[in-house]
């Protein structure tokens, strides 16, 4: 039997990376004046729905070692359309680049809503539809 004390690990590193952007969010979000609570609502709202739903469906159908090796995948393809996002914003159109505290608070708490989400509610309520 594989010893747990490595998956245990990644995970607290998760949890702390998780805690540290989400602490850095709001440090942005309570520095701004005035605080852009429609930007980060906005944000927090479109994250939910474009990470919520694939988050759900994954963590229902695919076994736990499949599940985690999914969202290693699905996290650096968000990395990699970030940097490209970003030189192009940067490059040709300045107002495609979002980042502000209205965007970090948003999508911060919208990446937490979805996993909380996933975690507690849906996917039983899936399973019970029979989706």
């Known amino acids: 039997m594989p010893s747990e004390t490595p998956a245990r690990r ?3 590193v998760q949890l702390l ?8 969010a709001a440090g942005q979000f309570r520095a701004a004046d005035p605080r852009p609570w429609g ?12 990470v919520g739903p ?13 599940y985690e090796t999914l969202a290693s995948v699905a996290a650096g393809a968000a990395v990699l359309v970030a940097i490209v996002w970003l ?10 680049f979002p980042y502000g505290p ?9 990446v ?6 996933e975690r507690t509610v849906v996917p039983e309520r899936m399973r019970g539809a029979g989706l």
């Open 10 to 12: 990644r995970r607290i």
């Open 54 to 66: 694939p988050a759900w469906l994954a963590r229902d159908r695919l076994p736990p070692d499949r």
């Open 102 to 110: 209205g965007f970090a608070a948003g999508v911060a708490s919208g």
């Open 17 to 24: 990376v998780t805690g540290a952007v989400c602490v850095f």
């Open 112 to 117: 937490l809503l979805a996993l909380l989400a």
């Open 39 to 50: 930007a980060a609502a906005a944000w927090a709202v479109g994250t939910a729905l474009l």
């Open 87 to 96: 030189g192009v914003a940067l490059a040709f159109a300045p107002s495609l």
